[in-house]
């Protein structure tokens, strides 16, 4: 067991890559640079991630980051909040631009949601592609697929799992915390510690907030939706999991 999460976290280290572009000076610089289109950022990122995969699986990662992305977009903008398409930056992944996660918890929990969900959907290819040809490349594409979508589930902001708890309650950030500083202190390198810093700033700055008039009218959402959203937390995390541990093959991607 130990020696498997050990490759999981040898894998964090380029595989945690959403984390760098929560930062708000990215968001809000890089859409303005006409350099970074979505095609042209793509071809970039497949580029440089080449060289640590190769060619083929490194189109397979790019794409199936771009479908994780295009979920968060496409539910923005059901919520009626402009979003951009993504862009990606080689090694910290794909940014979208909003000006705001959506009117309420509800919203912002359907947002979080809806990157992992698409991403899990886009998953299943490479694993039927896997069931059906016997490749581990696609096996090996269809595992990071899904390990890339339940990390991204952790109950810490600004993971999508923390923005999904946003409409259950506080104190999950800090019980999702206390989890990532057990994980890190196992299994350390410098992308986890950022996440503990920065996931550790936000979720104070929204705990010291909590009893403001403002945060207490956003989090007021009605009890069905906060079990819908639990459940749906639940069953995602237990599907991408189960996905993890069929799909981990004992070697390394330079063997792929």
Do not use: C
Request: hydrophobic share 55%.
């Amino acid at each position: 067991m130990l020696k498997r999460f050990g490759g999981l976290a040898l894998a964090a280290g380029l595989l945690i890559i959403k984390f760098g572009a929560k930062l708000k000076v990215v968001l809000f610089a890089l859409p303005k640079l006409k350099l970074f289109t979505t095609s042209a950022s793509m071809l970039v990122s497949i580029a440089a991630y080449q060289l640590i995969f190769g060619w083929p699986f490194a189109v397979g990662f790019v794409l199936l980051l771009l479908l994780h992305e295009l979920g968060h977009v496409i539910q923005l903008r059901r919520e009626g909040v402009e979003a951009s398409a993504p862009m990606f930056i080689p090694f910290l992944g794909a940014v979208i631009s909003a000006k705001s996660l959506g009117k309420d918890a509800a919203a912002e929990a359907r947002v979080g949601l809806a990157g992992p969900i698409l991403g899990t959907i886009a998953t299943l290819i490479p694993l039927g592609i896997w069931l059906a040809t016997g490749e581990d490349f696609w096996r090996a594409l269809a595992y990071i697929g899904f390990f890339l979508n339940l990390f991204n589930l952790l109950p810490v902001v600004p993971l999508d799992g923390g923005r999904a708890m946003a409409a259950l309650s506080p104190w999950v950030w800090f019980a999702g915390f206390a989890g990532l500083v057990v994980l890190t202190f196992f299994f350390p390198n410098p992308i986890m510690l950022l996440i503990l810093l920065f996931g550790g700033l936000e979720s104070w700055r929204r705990w010291k907030g909590r009893n403001e008039p403002e945060t207490r009218a956003y989090h007021d959402i009605p009890t069905g939706t906060r079990v819908a959203v639990a459940v749906t937390y639940l069953l995602l995390a237990a599907l991408l999991a189960f996905g993890v541990a069929e799909t981990y093959l004992d070697r390394d991607f330079s063997d792929v």
